[in-house]
Each structure stands twice: as C-alpha cells, then as structure tokens.
C-alpha cells in the first residue's frame, strides 16, 4: 500500500509537469501578451518595449528554464495585470468555490441515479427506466448553459425564489448544482443500470436466492457492490472534470471559482495565471485517480494495489 | 399413473411441469409434460444432454427460473403444498431451508467481494433469525469442518478467489446443507471440477447427505455417477422425460432407444469403441411432431406413428416407464444398436 502511493505520488508529479510544460509551450505559441496589455492606439515600439519589459523577448528556452526553476520553488510568477499577488494565490483563492460546487453537485447527481438505478431494480419496473432514461436524457441533450439560463429565468426571475448570480449564500448552490447535478445524472443511471443488468445474470446472485435471500437484499448487498466497479473509473473522471473547474456553469452563474478565472486568463494570455490554473486541473485528476485506484483496492479483494 | 403404494413416502412431487421461453414469434416449449416424483432420503440421477431440460426442471422447483422462462402449466408439490401457488415471501422460507441447491461452477458461484465465512453464515442466519453472528460463525465452521475444509476459522476469512474449485465447492456444499433442507439438488456438482478431485467432493456430498438425511435430486450426463450414486435415474431428452426407473433395472436392460445408445456410449472395459448416437438433439423450436428422438431411432425408421403421437411413459416389463411406442421390440432384440451402428 505504501510503496503504491509512492510509485503514484511520483507518477503524479511526473505527470502535472508535463501538463505545466505543454500549457508553457502552448500558451507562449499563442503569441505575447503586450498588444493585449495596452490601448488600441498603441505603437509597435510601445508593445516590444512592454513584452521586453515583461521579459517575453527573452529566448523560449531560457524562459522555460526560469518557468521551471520557480515551480520546484512553488513559485509560479504573478499575473503581470495585478503583480503585488502570486499567480497560484489568484487561484487557491477561488478553489473553494470550485470545489464545494463540484462535490455537492457530484454527489446529489450521484445518489440520484443510485437512487434511480436501484429503484428500477428492485421494482424490476421496465416502466421506471424508461422514465429515469428518458428523462435524464431529455434534460442531458440540453446544454448547460441553456438550462442554466432557464432555470434563473423561472426560478428567480419569475418566482423570485432563488439568487440567479454570484455567491451570496447557501441558496446560490440550488440553480448551479441542480444544473451540473441533472446534467450527469442519466450518465450515472445508464452505466449503473447496465452494470446492474449485468450483475443479475452471474451465477452468484443465484447462489444468494437459492439461500432464501429477498430480491431487495440481493440487489442491493450482492449486485450493487459489483456494480460500482465498471461506474467508479467514470465517476472518477467527471469528478476530476468538475473540481477543475465546471467553465461553463460557472460562467453562467458568474460563479466565483477557477474556472472563471482560467478562462478570463486564457482571453488575456495571463500565463502565470494558466499555468497555476492548469496546476489545479492536473492535480485533482491525478489526485482523484488515485483515490478511484485506492477504494478499488478497499472494494475488491482481488485487486492488489502492487 | 405412478406407483401408488409409495405415495405416503413422496417428498418432491412434479406433475405436467411444462416450462416455456416467451419469445417474440410466442412461447416455445422447453421441459415438455414433465413427471417424477422423489421419495424421502432417496437419490434421483437426472441424466441428459445439455439443454435437454434437467437443469431448467429444478430450477422451476425452487423458484429460480432464468429472466423469460416460464412455468406454463403443472405443478410441483414439496410435501403436498404446491410451490408454485407460493408467493415469493413463502418461497424464500423454502430456499436454504427446506431445499438446498448446488451448482455447477464453484468458481462463480460465490459473490468475489465477500469473505466466504460472511456468505455462509448468511444462509445460516437467514433462517435462524434470533442467532448472532458468533453463533453463526461457530455454525459455520462446524459445517466446514463436516466437509472437510481445513482450518475453517481461518478460511473462513477469506475470499472466495483465494479458495481452490473442490474447496469452493465443499464450502457449496455447506452452505446448501446449513439448515439441514429436506432436499438437496446438486446441477452437475462435480463438472466444473479437475478429475482428479471430483471423487473427494462427491464423497464428501454423499456423506453429508447421509449425515442429514435428506433426499437428494443428482442432476448430471455422467452415467457413472448415476450408477455409483443414485437409486433411481430418469433419462431426459429434448425438454421430455424418456424412461425412469430403478437405476439397477435402467442399467440391465433399458426400455428406450436413447438410454440405450447413453448406456453404450460409456466406455467399458469390453468395448474397444464408445457408440456414438448418429445425429444431434433437436433444439426446442425445431423439436419434430411425435417422438423428438424418433430421427434418431434405429425403432422409428420408416414408421409413420412415432412421427405423429407422442409417446407417454408406460410400464415395461423390464420394469422401468419407457416413453416409446415400440419398446418391446426393443427389450426383445438385445443386439439392436450393436447391429445398426
């Protein structure tokens, strides 16, 4: 178990610093920031003496270098718009919200299609699944970013019931998570569903009725522990998707978290800024899939975490 | 249309089982009119080809049909109570308890992500409500320890991919008996295991049977085991029961062309060959009007009865129930498969 988290740890950091090395190179393709920087007005002698100030005339290499040394410092730079903070402050300073957004939202959509998939077999009901398939799959082929916008249209402007932007409190969770939460949802359903479909046919759960064992009990002590190996790699990855920033939710909502952030560096060629962010993207995905490696371990005995 | 002397006696009784697979072209008939009853304590040896039906029986009996099979009519009665009138709640109280089932393949017959003490102990306490876990446990060992696992209480702890095949199954084989069932069925108990430790199982089956007492339903092709094992044997062909009977009058002189080409397939010591019977079981969709063996019958050439009726079991004097028209043409020329093949 100890040697695995290390041999992972390592491979972790091998793998945000090829994801910081690539978002270095691409950003610095995407030409320099100067002209961004200064008025409409301004002349190509103005914009070189910027860059060269900034230190984007430099050669490439000898940039990448700098870039490189200050992140086994920690030291990520400063956006050149606001140089008194640290890029990566800019950043942490907004994974709160990114990450309260996308736990709640994962887990109400979650133990909504566990809710569903479980109820549909139990109830051996053909008529629930369609229903659950449908509909999640109605409300999935709506893009976020519409749904978003319907859902502040009747929840706060017709109803007045909800805050439609920004974070002002507990109640503006409802509209973004509900969003992010039913958009997943028919995902979940339908991988567990079928892992489910699966389950019911192997020899084991016959075993476990030839004991005397009630349907409800097989489904959901026998079948469904199987059934959550096939989901937990897919649930690991949207997890990941979200904690790095659900872009367009959180644009929507005007949501206080890093993906806001990123994509407003991205428009400004703020590369300190990318580089912190695409740190955070690369971090929760290493780190959540360690952490789907782990329960596989703690969920199936036959799996040795080596 | 069964001996009747032995009524008081019968413990399982199946009447006209006829079992169907709904399809969307309508039902098609899997176990055909299937009769047979089983006497307290005794062993039944249900021999047959794949997919002739025997497995499918069993299943009905204790409730366990697979998704799209049917129980289309009959009935099947455990101590005079018919199981199919039962709701599911009442069946669950038979399952484990009154009925132990063993299945073919230990290798997936144990849920992998439980430890195999867990799984057994449920079986005990699923039918001994009041019973801890400790009580459970203890149980649990001593049903190991009967079937010659050893160390149980240190196995138990164990999943069920550490355990070897023959060790799974034996842990099967505890878990089928843990509430001393009046019945034990055993689907091919021993198929899915190496040769070399399918006799130790089997052994350790038979004598835990006897140690409870219970009668036992064996269902395998291995004729062997149904010399060695059983009392009586009914032969199933093509979803239909062929013959039935003592196993010593079967193995003598078989009624029905098809136990007699099962019985020569086996190889002895004074045969140089096994017999093959020319052609291949029809599958149920396909299975001919008349006798579903009848293409296969040297007795059926060229008549146009066993084409047409279908035959129904009937005494012989041979003393077994033989479900052809022409048996005695069969117990009269002893040579006969020897002579067409």
């Known amino acids: 178990m100890l040697k695995f988290l290390i041999r992972r740890l390592v491979q972790a950091a091998a793998t945000v610093l090829c994801v910081l090395t690539i978002a270095f190179f691409l950003g610095r393709a995407s030409g320099k920031p100067g002209a961004l920087l200064l008025t409409d007005g301004a002349t190509a002698e103005q914009i070189d003496q910027l860059n060269e100030t900034l230190g984007f005339n430099r050669p490439l290499l000898a940039q990448y270098v700098d870039f490189a040394l200050g992140v086994f410092r920690g030291d990520f730079g400063s956006s050149y718009r606001n140089p008194s903070i640290p890029a990566i402050e800019l950043v942490a300073e907004r994974l709160p919200a990114t990450v309260s957004l996308a736990l709640t939202s994962f887990v109400i959509g979650v133990v ?16 629930l699944r369609a229903l659950f398939i449908w509909g999640g799959s109605l409300r999935q082929s709506v893009p976020d970013f519409f749904f ?7 929840f706060s402007v017709v109803l007045g019931a909800l805050p439609s932007l920004g974070f002002t409190g507990p109640a503006s969770y409802v509209l973004p998570v509900m969003t992010i939460a039913t958009g997943q949802f028919v995902l979940y359903v339908r991988l567990l569903d079928s892992a489910l479909t699966e389950q019911s046919s192997q020899d084991y759960v016959r075993t476990a009725y030839a004991r005397g064992k009630s349907h409800g009990a097989v489904v959901a002590t026998e079948m469904l522990p199987n059934a959550l190996l096939p989901v937990m790699t897919m649930a690991g990855l949207n997890l990941a998707g979200l904690l790095g920033g659900a872009v367009i939710v959180e644009q929507v909502f005007a949501w206080p978290g890093v993906g806001e952030v990123l994509i407003n560096a991205v428009s400004q060629r703020d590369f300190a ?27 199936d005995p036959r799996v040795r975490l080596s | 249309m069964f001996d009747k002397s032995a009524d008081d006696g019968v413990l399982l009784r199946v009447k006209n089982l006829v079992i169907v697979s709904e399809g969307p072209d309508g039902d098609v008939v899997i176990v055909d009119d299937v009769s047979f009853e089983v006497r307290l304590g005794e062993v039944l040896c249900i021999v047959g080809e794949s997919g002739s039906g025997k497995s499918l029986t069993m299943l009905a009996v204790m409730g366990l049909l ?21 709701s599911e709640n009442e069946l669950r109280a038979v399952r484990g308890r009154e009925i132990g089932m063993i299945f073919q393949d230990p290798m997936t017959s144990m849920n992998p992500l439980r430890r195999v003490g867990s799984q057994l102990a449920e079986a005990v306490r699923l039918h001994q409500r009041g019973l801890s876990r400790r009580d459970a446990l203890a149980r649990v060992y001593e049903l190991l320890r009967s079937v010659g696992v050893p160390q149980p209480e240190t196995r138990a702890k164990a999943f069920p991919h550490q355990w070897s095949g023959g060790m799974r199954q034996r842990a099967m084989i505890a878990m089928a008996t843990a509430n001393d069932p009046v019945l034990l069925i055993a689907d091919e108990p021993t198929t899915a295991l190496d040769v070399t430790i399918q006799s130790q199982v089997m052994d350790s089956l038979a004598s835990t049977r006897e140690k409870i007492g219970s009668a036992m339903v064996l269902i395998t092709h291995d004729l062997g085991l149904a010399a060695e094992n059983a009392s009586r044997i009914a032969i199933m ?6 013959e039935t009977g003592d196993v010593a009058d079967v193995f003598r002189q078989p009624g029905h062309a098809y136990t007699k080409g099962l019985l020569a397939s086996v190889l002895t010591g004074s045969r140089e060959r096994a017999y093959a019977i020319p052609g291949s079981p029809p599958s149920p969709r396909d299975r001919p009007g008349g006798c579903a063996f009848a293409p296969r019958c040297p007795l059926a050439q060229g008549r146009t009865r066993c084409q ?32 067409s093949s």
Request: charge should be neutral.
């Open chain 2, 66 to 86: 697979p998704a799209g099979l049917r129980v289309d009519s009959g009935s099947i009665e455990l101590r005079g109570r018919d199981l199919l009138k039962l």
């Open chain 1, 148 to 154: 978003g916008v319907l859902a502040v249209l009747v």
């Open chain 1, 273 to 299: 800024i990318v580089q912190a962010g695409l740190l955070v993207v690369a971090l929760m995905f290493v780190v959540v899939n360690i952490v789907v490696d782990v329960l596989y371990s703690v969920l």
């Open chain 2, 308 to 339: 047409e009726e279908v035959p129904v079991l009937r005494p012989l004097a041979n003393g077994t129930l033989a479900a052809c028209h022409f048996a005695e043409e069969l117990l009269a020329n002893e040579s006969m498969l020897e002579l």
């Open chain 1, 112 to 127: 909504l299609a566990l809710a569903a998939a479980l109820s549909i077999h139990v109830f051996r009901s053909r008529k």
């Open chain 2, 237 to 242: 062909y093509s979803g239909r029961l062929v």
